[in-house]
């Protein structure tokens, strides 16, 4: 098949719907449309020499388009909105009666909705109330980030700088030019699944924003992407694109069916992607019962379920009494942490960790990336040391005193246990239902 007709094919399975792209697998776009009522909806990927056979000639009603083919839906399109003419992108393509072809930049209204109720409900105000004429710095200068200053522009009327990473004004030069800024929101793909929790900055530089008010990142997949976690972690109000994306979807599958849709899906729809994507970390002490109950949940879920402990046993071949008894209890816990890391930025899962998770800080926020977290506190009295080196040299009443504080500072959620997996696992899902 060339690659005229393999872009002509484009869409499958009769979707008259579908997202254009390059790289799709992170995409969560066609549950949103299918709950918005614009299904069946299709991914498409293609390389570039397929995407203007499928603008042009594909058979189509509408088109959501993602990097990195924004502007070349702009130059495909028959007809542009001013947003559209203003920014040389489009992320929405409609196919008219008569067939032309239709852009739209949805990710302006997106971040509008999303920015309204940032500022409502995190900063207290109105964007125009906090923004209006004070600086808001945006991370990126591609497609997105043109969408993102666009609507702060003209919805907020703040004064916006657009940063990259090279040039003049780069995000090394953040601190020093921008220290007046109110708003940073990251408009890169820095910190996108699977190179996660990546940050385009560091703290240093959110420390020195000193009049910052809060951090937004267009960046919806993992949950709580790396740049979100470290402005947490000063107490600036942060939040990802999740919401950004439900609501240009919402605002797109407006013009794919040609009708007013209810503003008050984006927040159920964000909430029922978010349930459907948020793994689950059991912590808790050593043979507290989280690779047990863990399965039981899983299965109660339908989820895939993850040990670590078995996933290091498969990674290196020896179980983790044998790597802490030859190499010693740092050489495990390194392997424990590159382990824990790639499965929890992954989403939808459940996974049990090894009792000492706690121990390094940095498990900490790879597990908050897409978990919520669960602590299985079980009396110490019902623990054994038995196959564990690490509760038999230490003793479980020193591993207890020591490990317990982070548990439950860890922990979105504590569960004491029944003493019963199945008992413990029905439990946390009713628990989990009820968030």
């Known amino acids: 098949m060339t690659a005229r007709e393999r872009g002509r094919a484009g869409l499958s399975g009769g979707a008259e719907f579908g997202l254009l792209g ?4 992170h995409s969560w776009s066609r549950q949103i449309h299918e709950r918005l009522g614009s299904a069946p909806y299709d991914l498409v990927e293609l390389e570039p020499d397929e995407v203007a056979p499928l603008v042009r000639d594909g058979a189509w009603r509408g088109l959501n388009v993602t990097i990195p083919y924004k502007r070349d839906a702009a130059m495909l399109a028959d007809v542009r909105s001013a947003a559209v003419e203003r920014l040389g992108a489009a992320n929405t393509l409609v196919r008219a009666e008569d067939g032309s072809v239709v852009a739209e930049n949805t990710d302006v209204l997106g971040f509008t909705w999303m920015l309204a109720r940032f500022c409502r409900e995190r900063l207290g105000g109105s964007p125009r109330e906090l ?3 004070r600086e808001a710095v945006v991370l990126g200068t591609g497609g997105a980030a043109q969408a993102v200053a666009y609507a702060l522009e003209e919805h907020a009327g703040a004064r916006v700088s657009l940063i990259s990473r090279t040039g003049d004004d780069t995000y090394t030069t953040l601190a020093q030019r921008h220290a007046g800024a109110v708003l940073l929101v990251n408009a890169t793909p820095v910190g996108m699944y699977p190179a996660c929790p990546a940050t385009p900055v560091d703290e240093g530089c959110l420390v ?3 009049a910052l008010l809060g951090v937004l990142d267009i960046v919806y ?6 740049l979100v976690l470290l402005a947490e972690r000063l107490g600036i109000p942060a939040e990802s694109g999740l919401a950004m994306l439900v609501a240009q979807a919402l605002y797109a599958s407006e013009l794919f069916q040609g009708r007013e849709l209810d503003d008050a899906l984006v927040p159920k729809i964000e909430a029922a992607i978010t349930a459907q994507t948020q793994s689950v970390a059991l912590i808790g002490m050593p043979g507290a019962g989280k690779t047990s109950c863990g399965r039981r949940l899983a299965r109660l879920l339908g989820r895939p379920f993850v040990d670590i402990d078995e996933a290091v046993r498969t990674e290196t071949g020896r179980s983790a009494a044998e790597i802490i008894e030859r190499d010693g209890e740092d050489s495990f816990r390194r392997v424990e942490t590159e382990l824990t890391g790639r499965y929890a930025a992954r989403s939808g899962l459940v996974i049990a960790c090894g009792g000492g998770v706690v121990t390094r800080e940095e498990n900490r926020d790879l597990l908050r990336q897409n978990a919520t977290i669960v602590f299985l506190d079980r009396p110490t009295s019902e623990l054994s040391s038995e196959g564990r080196p690490v509760s038999q040299r230490r003793g479980i009443e020193e591993l207890a005193r ?6 439950r500072a860890w922990a979105d959620v504590t569960v004491e246990c029944t003493g019963s997996a199945a008992g413990d696992a029905e439990k946390i899902a009713g628990l989990l239902g009820a968030l």
Request: hydrophobic share 25%; glycine share 14%; charged share 35%.
């Open 22 to 25: 390059r790289k799709l697998g």
């Open 131 to 133: 923004l209006d004429g």
């Open 208 to 210: 020195s924003l000193r």
């Open 221 to 226: 997949n993992p949950r709580r992407t790396g």
């Open 402 to 407: 020591e490990r317990l504080p982070l548990y």
